[in-house]
């Protein structure tokens, strides 16, 4: 059978670091208290004029030179973003002109913080079918233009940062990607969201509140709690796998309570997830792939390794994937 297979990773964050001190002289807020409640220490801010699609750029050029892929030889590009650079073309379009990838027909995806596992499960139905050969797939925020800088309740959560993968079709028998499982709830559209279409040319401020992060987070936290372990158990029964049988746990990072209570829940020892929330915060579409490539560059995935996926975002939209590195 074929199955897509992860054939390299790659990750692109900003040069500026914004830490909580940092944000102590912004708003009513500490240091004590951000890390307690989300893990966050610091997180990345994109430089003026750098766009969603330059990070995109960066990631994708970091993941095709892993897996010893040229541009020209994409047939196929997905960005999962919810910050692209104009309301349309699509921020893939950007991309593709920018890595030189003429021969990929190329769109976005827009399912927040789920997005690049939407994206991940969108490509390997094109790869599985054998409609195409070479698929990458990117998540990449500028969340810091959507971010309300006066809230506290949200401007504390977030950065900007950009990850990626090249898909393409696996020739062993069991590896790569085992299942998917996507869900959405669109009568949860109102806990989290950006009401209206931001302007991808302003940096700093912009007039107006409509076009910034609206949350209201202890619903998101239990709504999250609730629907993590149930899409991961389902995902592990369809590629007839348990918890028992995962060695890594690829996670959304969205809050270290949110991870360390699922994992808890499904009885994962937290060890088994990749954690870098306290150095990028939430990064929305961006985190489940930038984390999959540091644990990648680190060593830490083994052929045929068990790795389980997660990820949630405003939708409320959700899932979970397995695969056998
Ligand atoms: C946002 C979140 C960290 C808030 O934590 P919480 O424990 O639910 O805290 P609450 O919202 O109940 O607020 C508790 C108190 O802290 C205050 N507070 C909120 N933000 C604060 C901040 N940055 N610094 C200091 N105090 C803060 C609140 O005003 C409130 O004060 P009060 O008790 O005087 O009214 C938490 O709800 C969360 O992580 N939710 C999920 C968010 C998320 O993951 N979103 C993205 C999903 S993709």
Request: overall charge neutral; proline content about 4%; hydrophobic content about 45%.
């Amino acid at each position: 059978m074929l199955r897509t297979v992860i054939l390299g990773t790659g990750s692109y964050a900003p040069a500026k670091v914004l830490t909580n001190a940092d944000l102590e002289k912004m708003v009513a807020t500490n240091g004590a208290w951000i890390v307690s409640r989300t893990g966050i220490e610091e997180r990345r801010i994109a430089a003026p004029g750098e766009s969603t699609s330059d990070m995109a750029a960066a990631a994708a050029k970091n993941a095709l030179e892993l897996a010893g892929v040229d541009p020209r030889e994409l047939d196929l590009i997905i960005v999962a973003t919810v910050t692209g650079d104009a309301q349309t073309p699509a921020c893939a379009a950007f991309l593709q002109a920018k890595i030189g990838a003429e021969n990929a027909f190329a769109f976005d995806v827009s399912a927040a913080c789920a997005g690049s596992l939407y994206a991940l499960s969108i490509a390997d139905q094109f790869i599985k079918t054998g409609k195409v050969r070479r698929a990458l797939v990117v998540g990449a925020e500028t969340l810091s233009r959507v971010v309300d800088w006066t809230n506290r309740e949200t401007c504390v959560l977030f950065g900007d940062a950009a990850g990626a993968m090249v898909l393409g079709p696996g020739e062993e028998e069991g590896r790569g990607l085992l299942s998917t499982s996507l869900r959405t709830d669109g009568t949860l559209t109102t806990i989290l969201g950006i009401p209206r279409a931001y302007d991808p040319r302003q940096d700093g401020p912009t007039p107006g509140e409509a076009h910034k992060i609206k949350m209201r987070g202890r619903e998101v936290y239990k709504v999250a709690l609730r629907l993590l372990p149930e899409i991961v158990t389902e995902a592990l029964a369809m590629a007839g796998l348990e918890a028992k049988d995962v060695d890594h746990v690829i996670a959304h990072q969205a809050n270290a309570r949110i991870i360390e209570a699922s994992l808890a829940q499904l009885g994962v020892p937290l060890e088994k997830c990749w954690m870098n929330i306290s150095r990028f915060g939430n990064t929305s579409s961006a985190s489940m792939p930038i984390t999959l490539d540091e644990a990648n560059r680190a060593g830490r995935l083994k052929k045929g390794d068990v790795i389980a996926m997660m990820a949630i975002g405003a939708g409320m939209t959700w899932g979970g994937a397995v695969l056998r590195w």
